[in-house]
Antibody, heavy 115, light 106 residues
Framework: QVQLQQSGAELAKPGSSVKISCKAS????????INWIKQTTGQGLEYIGY????????NYNEKFKGKATLTVDKSSSTAFMQLSSLTPDDSAVYYC????????WGQGTLVTVSS | EIVLTQSPTTMAASPGEKVTLTCLAS?????IYWYQQKSSASPKFLIY???SLASGVPDRFSGSGSGTSYSLTISSMEAEDAAIYYC?????????FGAGTKLELK
């Protein structure tokens, strides 16, 4: 069965960076893109962008350009999202989701930005 | 970007009751997608192309609509349906989600 296993919770200081992983299994990794979504209590669900797992091509929501960087390691069927120059507003649960319709989601990674 | 407005924000339904949730788009979209999120779990894919059920979704769930007005209906509320429901549009970039409707069991 399709599974997306995300890395564990992160506690980061303002100004630092974190890199979240999303390891896929149960399907052909390069056949579907991986999307990234941010969830907060205040802003709800926000789309960050996607990565084409075959070509490595990316597309970002303008709001997250310069904040998020998406990469992929096909050898390990893993997608990554790096968040840089962290501020408290980046504190959220981040999800990866598979495919054009977000049919399968990872369990989420909690990122807390605090000094 | 397209704004999706969901209503009601919160509602409660009794077991067996019919439930209808609404998602209004600020501009016309081709399709709407629906997701269910329980407690602290990740969202679960329910409906694609406005009215097609995802694999394993009970047939008490249905979707309809066109243009700027869409709805998700639960024909007979069950306890396990208590959750937050989100709509999503993929017609326009960036994809956007509604703020969600919290459905509680009465």
């Amino acid at each position: 069965q399709v599974q997306l296993q995300q890395s564990g919770a992160e506690l980061a200081k303002p100004g630092s960076s974190v890199k979240i992983s999303c390891k896929a299994s149960g399907y052909t990794f390069t056949s579907y893109c991986i999307n990234w979504i941010k969830q907060t209590t205040g802003q709800g669900l926000e789309y960050i962008g996607y990565i084409n797992t075959g070509s490595g091509g990316t597309n970002y929501n303008e709001k997250f350009k310069g904040k998020a960087t998406l990469t992929v390691d096909k050898s390990s069927s893993t997608a990554f999202m790096q968040l840089s120059s962290l501020t408290p507003d980046d504190s959220a649960v981040y999800y990866c989701a598979m495919g054009d319709w977000f049919a399968y989601w990872g369990q989420g990674t909690l990122v807390t930005v605090s000094s | 970007e397209i704004v999706l407005t969901q209503s009601p924000t919160t509602m409660a339904a009794s077991p067996g009751e019919k439930v209808t949730l609404t998602c209004l788009a600020s501009s016309s979209v081709n399709y709407i997608y629906w997701y269910q999120q329980k407690s602290s779990a990740s969202p679960k894919f329910l409906i694609y192309y406005t009215s097609s059920l995802a694999s394993g979704v009970p047939d008490r769930f249905s979707g309809s609509g066109s243009g700027t007005s869409y709805s998700l209906t639960i024909s007979s509320m069950e306890a396990e349906d208590a959750a937050i429901y989100y709509c999503l549009q993929l017609t326009s970039t960036p994809p956007t989600f509604g703020a969600g409707t919290k459905l509680e069991l009465k």
